[in-house]
């Protein structure tokens, strides 16, 4: 079974730092883009970034402004994502996703997601 276990999320203060972690297996994980995404309460699923299998990298400017990277290491299966001066706004379940060979944008697995909560 095609399986992601995200990790990293808490409770961080607005300006501080945190790093998610997305583990993968049951799938050739350098052969797929990986993406994040998030969901704040109340709101839509909202695409973070993605990196493809070269390395290249997207992210949504208007939500993460520069401050979200993302970074793979096919070694250990596992996909990162830095987020630094976090803001309440960036309250959210944190979602890994494997993209689709065959069909573009297409997020076939997800994983159970992680929270990150941005407060005083």
């Known amino acids: 079974e095609m399986q992601l276990v995200e990790s990293g999320g808490g409770l961080v203060q607005p300006g501080g730092s945190l790093r998610l972690s997305c583990a993968a297996s049951?799938?050739?994980?350098?052969?797929?883009?990986m993406n994040w995404v998030r969901q704040a309460p109340g709101k839509g699923i909202e695409w973070v970034s993605n990196?493809?299998?070269?390395?290249?990298?997207?992210s949504n400017s208007d939500s993460v402004k520069g401050r979200f990277t993302i970074s793979r290491d096919n070694a250990k299966n596992t996909v990162y994502l830095q987020m630094n001066s976090l803001q309440p706004e960036d309250t959210a379940v944190y979602y890994c996703a494997k993209g689709s060979l065959s069909y573009l944008g297409y997020l076939e697995v997800w994983g159970q997601g992680t929270l990150v909560t941005v407060s005083s």
């Open positions: 990196i493809n299998s070269d390395g290249s990298r997207f």
């Open positions: 049951g799938f050739t994980f350098s052969n797929y883009v």
